[in-house]
């Protein structure tokens, strides 16, 4: 743990390499590389969850603690093997999966092209934004209070932060840390700005003085043909990518200025929080002294307040390999819905407050992962190769899909799921917004809508449009309250189950409040067979099989590691 500060508070945190965000990965399609992550934390577990990209061809290295690896233990480290495959160029980011360490473990990741020539769209300067949240309770009393009874909840983010700055206070101000973050650009020039939403609660809007030109190029590291737009809007766990045209050096000298503030907001919260970026055109080799600037006193631009029609049906996918597998509701072999709705576990409700365990449910059931250095409990991925176990697929099927003896959604090789989210308004009759990821690999995102999911209706929108593949897409309120008890709302994705995903993948809320509340789900796509008969079996990965295992080295210990990918593969 080591101290952060920002907007005028300090908090224990964890930090990478020193610093929240940590410092930005660079890799490459078709390339591997290694990273080593020290867990130097004195009495809690970490991992590192690579957001967005696909860990199926190395198991036990998707940074799920107790789905997919055991976490690494205090005073450990573990070597994670990547290799982007072609056709990921994109943006990503990485994140602790521990409790609530993502609020400050977190950073950008971008997979790039081998070649500056494969890019689908040209553009000159790459600008990276990574949003982020500030909280100004520890990890520590945070979860507690989620897990208390009675429940106390976190309260609002006292900051949004971009690139780690609040966009608070004036230049002049001597924290550099709530100055707001500047981007500089070249007049005449189009620039590509990769917006990361690293927030553990907040979805931002952001609108650009002057600047309503923007073309959506990227969803959540999926290249999509171009859409505009005329602003920003991303949740926790998205990432988009905008082309702008810069304004010319005649537009700027008729303007009589060459600074636009970012405005940005939170949205779907109970007050508003917010910021201000700045986009500088440097017209000259020297940039122009921003001391004196202040911060304005009214805000330049409107930032609107609906969010649950960003870019809903909008997107299509550039691939056309996307669009060549995209599944047709006729090659649907079942459709799973989850109902996510807040219930009070112990304590009682009364006068419209919850007072006891609560706790966020899909269908009735949460899932959480245990701390400090607990083993309660046996990774998924680890009991199926260790003793062969599988979930119970028959039960599965009459029980809504849920197979209660392993407290996981079970999938063939071969099936096509439709997986329908619910927004439930449970014992309050109260909504919220869920930005739901799925680890592994993309789905179709079939779009989302209020009331009850139409397969029939819905798939008409797909005669001639065939939806982007995303990884994480937002279950959407329609109102705040409602009668309890009562669906309002949905989000529907489809996935085609292949011997290339099979695994142990965990789908949740990526707001980090609700998934240590328990919002998360378990999928297992092929059973034990499968899984055993596509990776090394024993004793090539005896050191993944336990907690603090071969696989994991510290001071004393090299570590144990299988290599998932060989160099022939290096593309």
């Given at each position: ?551 994991y080295g510290n001071k004393t210990i090299d570590p144990v590691v299988n290599h998932w990918f060989t160099d022939s593969e290096d593309d």
């Open positions: 743990m080591e101290p952060l500060g920002i907007a005028g508070a300090t908090r224990d945190s964890v930090l990478i390499n020193g610093t929240s965000p940590g410092p930005m990965i660079h890799l490459t399609e078709g390339r591997r590389s290694w990273i080593r992550v020290y867990n130097n934390l004195s009495d809690r577990n970490f991992t590192i969850h690579w957001h967005g990209l696909s860990q199926r061809a190395a198991p036990f290295s998707d940074g799920t603690p107790l789905v997919a690896q055991w976490p690494i233990p205090p005073g450990s480290f573990f070597d994670y093997e990547i290799k982007p495959q072609v056709g990921d160029a994109g943006t990503y980011f990485y994140h602790s999966h521990v409790g609530f360490q993502q609020v400050s473990a977190y950073g950008a990741i971008i997979v790039r092209h081998k070649s500056i020539r494969q890019r689908p769209f040209p553009y000159g300067k790459d600008i990276t934004l990574t949003l982020g949240n500030y909280f100004a309770q520890t990890d520590s009393v945070v979860e507690a209070g989620l897990l208390a009874s009675p429940f106390v909840w976190t309260g609002e983010a006292k900051a949004i932060t971009v690139n780690g700055k609040s966009g608070t206070q004036s230049f002049s101000n001597s924290s550099t840390c709530t100055h707001p973050h500047v981007i500089d650009v070249e007049p005449g020039r189009r620039f590509r700005l990769r917006v990361i939403g690293a927030c553990a609660m907040t979805t931002v809007k952001m609108v650009i003085e002057g600047h309503s030109n923007l073309t959506v190029i990227e969803a959540d590291g999926q290249y999509t043909q171009p859409t505009t737009i005329d602003h920003i809007q991303v949740a926790p766990g998205q990432r988009f990518s905008y082309t702008i045209e810069g304004k010319t050096l005649e537009e700027l000298v008729k303007l009589g200025k060459t600074e636009f503030w970012i405005r940005y907001e939170s949205r779907d919260r109970p007050s508003v929080t917010s910021g201000y970026a700045l986009l500088r055109y440097r017209c000259g080799r020297d940039a122009a002294d921003l001391s004196a600037l202040t911060l304005p006193t009214v805000s330049p631009v409107t930032v609107g307040n609906q969010t649950n029609n960003y870019l809903e049906y909008a997107l299509q996918p550039l691939s056309e390999s996307s669009k060549k597998h995209f599944p047709k509701l006729s090659e649907v072999t079942r459709t799973v819905y989850l109902s996510m709705q807040q219930v009070a576990s112990m304590g009682v409700f009364s006068n419209g407050t919850l007072n006891g365990f609560v706790s966020w449910q899909g269908n009735g059931h949460s899932w959480g992962d245990p701390e400090p250095k607990s083993q309660r409990g046996v990774p998924y991925l680890v009991d199926m190769y260790t003793n062969n176990i599988s979930p119970d697929y028959d039960l599965a099927l009459a029980n809504a899909g849920f197979d209660p003896s392993t407290q996981t959604y079970p999938a063939k090789v071969g099936e096509v799921l439709d997986i329908v989210w619910l927004n439930d308004g449970g014992i309050k009759g109260g909504y919220d917004t869920h930005p739901m990821h799925m680890h592994g690999q993309h789905y179709y995102d079939l779009g989302s809508g209020n009331g009850t999911y139409d397969p029939v209706e819905n798939e008409k929108r797909f005669t001639d449009f065939t939806p982007s593949k995303r990884d994480t897409t937002v279950l959407y309120r329609y109102g705040l309250t409602g009668v309890p008890y009562t669906v309002a709302g949905w989000r529907a994705w489809r996935i085609r189950i292949t011997e290339q995903n099979i695994g142990a993948w965990m789908a949740h809320c990526h707001i980090a409040q609700h998934a240590v509340m328990g919002m998360n789900t378990v999928f297992i796509f092929g059973n034990a067979q499968d899984m055993r008969s596509k990776f090394p079996l024993p004793p090539y990965i005896t050191g993944y099989l336990q907690y603090g295992g071969d696989a």
